[in-house]
C-alpha cells in the first residue's frame, strides 16, 4: 500500500467535474454553509467526459413520446436552461422532429397530438425543408423548437464561476477509496503516483458511469444502471443541413444535430450508436472507464450516413470527421419507456454521503431542488 501523504479536511467534497459535478459544488460554495468545497476530476480539465461527448440537445419534451413525465419535466426545465445559460447556448437553427412511414412506434397524428399534450410549439414544416426528405420514407416532417448548447463555452464559464465562488478545484487525481462513516467520510486521492487521505463532511458522488466504482454502503432505491458504449459521429454538413437540426423518430432511426463546441454536427443512429451494452450485474464488476479505454473503437459512421440518406438524401454529402465514444448510462428502468429520471442517493448509515446521476442536462434543476430539501440545515 502507497503511503499516505497527507491529511486534509474540507466541508464538501465532489468527485467528478462534469455539468452535474461543477454545478453542485458551486451550489454548494453558494448557497450553503460550507466553507471549503473541492472538486476531484480524473482528467486533465473540466467537463471532457460526458458533458462533452453528447448530442448537446437541450430537451423541450419532443424524444419522450414515452415518458410523459421526463417529456413534461423537459418542458418545465427547458426556458429555464435557456434562460441561464444563455450564453452557451445555440438556438441560430431550425429544428426538424420527422416521424417514419415505417418501424415506428407512433404516427405522425399521435406526433401532433403528444406535442400538443405536452403543450410544445409544433407545426407541419414548410414546402422548402420537405423536399429535403424522401416522402416514401417519412410520414410527416414538424418545425419544434429546441436550441442546443455550446459544452466548450459552458466549460469556460463553469471555470469562471468556480473560480469566483471559491471553489477549490484538482484536476488529474482520481479517487480510490471511499470509507464512509456516520459524518462524512475519508477519501483517497491518486495525485501522481501519491495517496492523499482527505477528510470531509460531505461527499457528492458525480461520476456518471463511474458511479458503482466505489464501495459506499446501499441506500434505500433499488437502482440498477445500464451502461452503453455509444458512438456520435461528427460531421461537416452539406449546404441543406447547415443551420439545421433533425430527429426521426420513434424507432431505429438517426439523428443530426448541431455540435457547436466544433463548429460540427453530430450523427447518432438508434441501430449503430449503441456499440455494447450491459448492466451492473452482467458484467465483471469492471469500472466503464476501463472498459471504454479497451474496446476496439471501430466506427460505424458509413452506416449511420448511409442508412440516413434513405430517409434523408443530403446527409449522404456529408463529409466525417471523427468519432466520440462515451459511456451512456441510465437507470434499468427506463429501459422500456427511454425515461431520464434523476437519481439521488444517500447511502444508508452514512450523513452526507451521496450519489447522483441525472439522466440529462436539464435535469440539473431536480437535482438542486432535491440536494436543498434533503438537508434544509445544511442550506
Ligand atoms: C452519447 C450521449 C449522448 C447524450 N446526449 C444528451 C443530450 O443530447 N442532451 C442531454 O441533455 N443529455 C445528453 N446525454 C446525457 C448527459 O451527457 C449527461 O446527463 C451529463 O453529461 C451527466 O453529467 P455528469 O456531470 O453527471 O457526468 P460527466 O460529465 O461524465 O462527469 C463525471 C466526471 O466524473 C469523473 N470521474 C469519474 N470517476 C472518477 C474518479 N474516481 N475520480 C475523479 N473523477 C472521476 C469523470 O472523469 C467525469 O469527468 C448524453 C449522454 C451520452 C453519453
Known sequence: MKPIDSIDSIDALVIGGGFYGCTIARWLKRETTARRVLIAEQESDLLKRSSWANQARIHNGYHYPRSFVTAWRSRVNYDRFLREYADCIDGEFEKLYCVARRNTHLSANQFQKFCSDIKAPCRVAPGRLLRLFDPEMIDGVFLVREAAFDARLLRER????????GVEIKTDVRVTNIAAMTDGAEIDLMDSGRTIRIRANRVYNCTYAGLRQFD??????????????????????????????????????????????????????????????WTAHEWPAANPYAVLKDYEKRSRAPYMIRDA?????????????????????????????????????????TSGVYSVLGGKMDNIFDILETLQKEEPAYV
Open 309 to 349: 440518406a434513405r430517409y434523408m438524401p443530403c446527409v449522404g454529402n456529408c463529409t466525417y470527421h471523427r468519432s466520440l465514444f462515451e459511456i451512456k448510462t441510465v437507470l434499468r428502468q427506463s429501459e422500456t419507456n427511454d425515461s431520464r429520471p434523476i437519481m439521488f442517493e444517500r447511502h444508508r448509515g
Open 216 to 277: 459506499l454502503p446501499k441506500s434505500d432505491i433499488d437502482t440498477g444502471f445500464k451502461f452503453e458504449i455509444a458512438e456520435l459521429a461528427l460531421i461537416e454538413p452539406p449546404n441543406e443541413l447547415e443551420g439545421l437540426g433533425v430527429t426521426v423518430i420513434d424507432g431505429p432511426f438517426f439523428s443530426v444535430m448541431p455540435f457547436p463546441a466544433e463548429g460540427l454536427h453530430s450523427l447518432s443512429h438508434v441501430r449503430y450508436t449503441p456499440h455494447v451494452s
Open 158 to 165: 463553469m471555470w469562471g464561476e468556480l473560480r469566483d465562488a
